[in-house]
């Protein structure tokens, strides 16, 4: 099974050029994934540089055929004419996909900082090779640490709540209808844009154990390249955020998937976003 992970800035390259074919390209030459998960992914949003207002996800649908697509708008506004501008993240899945949630994450209010509205996209995919595990991607506040460390609170409690449900067995007044139980598996992956570095606090904060039966998250990249430093996701090429090369970009596993990890890698090449891709595979 293999996952990949990018912040695609809207399809906007280097150049300042908004291509989702260019996207897509790159997508597809870095191999054939059964679960794709983006960030930045917009919808009716002319307002970005760049862009003209795409439909980004009926875009990066028709060039992905045979994938469930899944998105979590964070941001849902209106625009200048009566319509809706939307800003989230997506899931685009091979794999037979269960119940999906749509998690709006903390937003403490700092009125001096920029900020906007952060989502955790979750999905229950059923994988021959691994079995059932919940995908999880996200993109956390840049500008706020107190927002960061608020949003990974709240992704730490939800994963808490679904190892809870994991055991849950289904009662016979739910058969069928809205309370109907699906299967919310304990093991489970999260990706995204975490916008903090290995060497941060929020990092450890994440990774935490647990003080239950509660399995905690491991860094994919650590796990199999041991005491080899991360490689960088921003800045490699050329970005006006930070002063040098940092990686911000992660796929955690919970420790039981940790044993299934194949390989962990990133594609340093591509300019077609301000981040770089991020892929596992496990077996």
């Known amino acids: 099974m293999k996952l990949l992970s990018w912040n695609i800035q809207w399809g906007r390259g280097l150049d300042g050029r908004v291509d989702l074919a260019r996207t897509l390209g790159v997508i597809h030459r870095l191999g054939d ?19 003209r207002g795409e439909d980004q996800m009926a875009e990066l649908s028709a060039g992905l055929p045979g994938y469930t ?5 964070a941001t849902d506004v209106p625009n200048m004419h009566g319509g809706r501008s939307q800003f989230g993240n997506a899931v685009f899945s091979r794999l037979p996909v269960g119940q999906v949630w749509r998690h709006l994450l903390p937003w403490p209010t700092e009125p001096a900082t920029p900020s906007m509205q952060r ?8 994988s021959a090779e691994v079995g059932p595990l919940r995908v999880m991607t996200t993109h956390l506040e840049y500008y706020s640490q107190r927002q960061r460390q608020a949003q990974i609170d709240a992704i730490r409690r939800l994963h808490a709540e679904a190892c809870a449900m994991s055991a849950r067995s289904p009662l016979a007044e739910e058969q069928g209808g809205a309370f109907e139980v699906f299967p919310r598996p304990a093991q489970a992956l999260l990706c995204g844009d975490m916008n903090f570095t290995v060497w941060s606090p929020e990092r450890s904060r994440i990774l935490a154990p647990y003080d239950d039966d509660v399995p905690g998250f491991l860094d994919a990249w650590s796990v199999l390249h041991l005491s080899e430093p991360h490689a960088p996701t921003v800045g490699i090429h050329r970005a006006d955020f930070i002063s ?33 891709p991020v892929w596992v595979e496990l077996a």
């Open 69 to 73: 697509a899944i998105y979590g708008a």
């Open 119 to 126: 989502i955790l996209v979750e999905a229950v995919v059923e």
């Open 244 to 276: 040098q090369p940092e990686c911000f970009d992660f796929i955690l596993v919970t420790e039981r998937l940790a044993g299934r990890l194949k390989a962990c890698g990133i594609d340093a090449e591509t300019e077609a976003s301000d981040h770089q």
């Open 33 to 51: 994934f059964d679960l794709i998960c983006l960030q930045e992914v917009a919808i009716n949003f002319p307002g970005l540089p760049g862009s």
